[in-house]
């Protein structure tokens, strides 16, 4: 499945950004989606996933609080909302998905999109 994620963009410190993912030709509703991120220089880091129907979540503790992963499989979408952004969540966004076992490890997602880049300035 191909993975497309939208909602690249430069906010103030403090602001907020939604992210958005959607497979092509596929039925996300089956799929375990997860959100990661890099930042220039470092290495990719989990930010939250979800499960297949959305009853389950998970969350890096750097984000806890301030990000809400949700999903829509009507509309075949997983959200990433973020707020109160920090300087320190500068990165390329991915979304990644799977059909088996989900977690915070990268390796368990088979199907990656092409990053979005999110920039917040202090």
């Known amino acids: 499945v191909q993975l497309q994620a939208f909602g690249r963009g430069l906010v103030q410190a403090g602001g907020s950004l939604r992210l958005s993912c959607t497979p092509s030709?596929?039925?996300?509703?089956?799929?375990?989606v997860g959100w990661f991120r890099q930042a220039p220089g470092e290495e990719r880091e989990f930010v939250a996933a979800?499960?297949?129907?959305?009853?389950?979540?998970l969350y890096a503790d750097s984000v806890k609080g301030r990000f809400t992963i949700s999903r829509d499989n009507a509309k075949n979408t997983v959200y990433l909302q973020m707020n109160s952004l920090k300087p320190e969540d500068t990165a390329v966004y991915y979304c990644?998905?799977?059909?088996?076992?989900?977690?915070?490890?990268?390796?368990?997602?088979?199907?990656w999109g092409q990053g979005t880049l999110v920039t917040v300035s202090s």
């Open positions: 030709g596929r039925t996300f509703s089956s799929y375990h």
């Open positions: 990644a998905a799977t059909r088996e076992a989900w977690g915070a490890r990268g390796s368990l997602y088979e199907y």
């Open positions: 979800i499960s297949r129907s959305g009853s389950s979540t």
